[in-house]
């Protein structure tokens, strides 16, 4: 059983469309980050979120932390071919410290 | 642009041949990491390395051996690999005590 669960797994959109995808557990967070991971590279940072009830905004992304700190969403506005790639969630407890669990992903396709 | 560096970013290996990963950071980051990414599993925590020790093996074989020489430099030695090692590897770095992870864009590994 995975500690953190992203769902779903697999999104396919039209360009122009809205998305959301979910990262949820039965743990609670002393931080969450949000990285997008390209083919054949490595996941890039998007956002982190530390306080309980948190929203962020980047653009056409929008990012909440739930209140209790165990779940969290991301959701993408009018979502454009270049936001197609791996979503990766990961959460870090105070008993793991530094320590990153990341969640299994969501692969999102945006079709033209 | 992550500044963090990886080569080579593409490996073929035979089960007897010894090779070595690297991974360079040019964050000033004082911890590094270095994690499995295999198709349909979530990243694999595999090393720690925090001020230059080894603080977390997550139960890796030895046929996987890390070395820190210094704080911006992460090398993974390989020898007699299986096929199932297979996988993209990649490093990530961070300050300690702080949560957020920036990733190298890996090492694509297919062992023959």
């Known amino acids: 059983t995975q500690l953190l669960e992203q769902s779903p797994q697999f999104l396919s959109i039209q360009e122009g469309e809205n998305l959301t995808v979910y990262c949820n557990s039965s743990?609670?967070?002393?931080?969450l980050q949000w990285y997008r991971q390209e083919p054949g590279e490595g996941p890039v940072l998007l956002v982190t979120?530390?306080?309980?009830?948190e929203v962020k905004k980047l653009k056409r992304l929008t990012f909440q932390f739930g209140d209790a700190r165990k779940d969290s969403s991301l959701h993408i506005t009018a979502a454009q071919p270049g936001d197609t790639g791996l979503y990766l969630c990961?959460?870090?407890?105070?008993?793991?410290?530094?320590?990153?669990?990341f969640g299994g992903g969501t692969r999102v396709l945006v079709k033209p | 642009e992550t500044g963090v560096t990886q080569t080579p970013r593409h490996l073929v290996m035979g089960m007897t041949n010894k090779k070595s990963l690297k991974c360079e950071q040019h964050?000033?980051?004082?911890?590094m990491y270095w994690y499995k990414q295999s198709a349909k599993k979530p990243l694999e925590l595999m090393f720690v390395?925090?001020?230059?020790?080894?603080?977390e093996n997550n139960s890796v074989p030895s046929r996987f051996s890390p070395e820190c020489p210094n704080s911006s430099h992460l090398f993974l030695h390989l020898h007699t690999l299986q096929p199932e090692d297979s996988a993209l590897y990649l490093c990530?770095?961070?300050?300690?005590?702080?949560?957020?992870?920036?990733f190298g864009p890996g090492t694509r590994l297919t062992v023959l």
């Open positions: 990530a770095s961070s300050q300690v005590l702080q949560d957020t992870q920036y």
């Open positions: 743990s609670v967070f002393s931080s």
């Open positions: 979120v530390v306080t309980g009830g």
């Open positions: 990961a959460g870090t407890t105070e008993a793991a410290g530094n320590k990153l669990t």
């Open positions: 964050l000033g980051h004082n911890a």
């Open positions: 390395y925090s001020l230059e020790e080894r603080v």
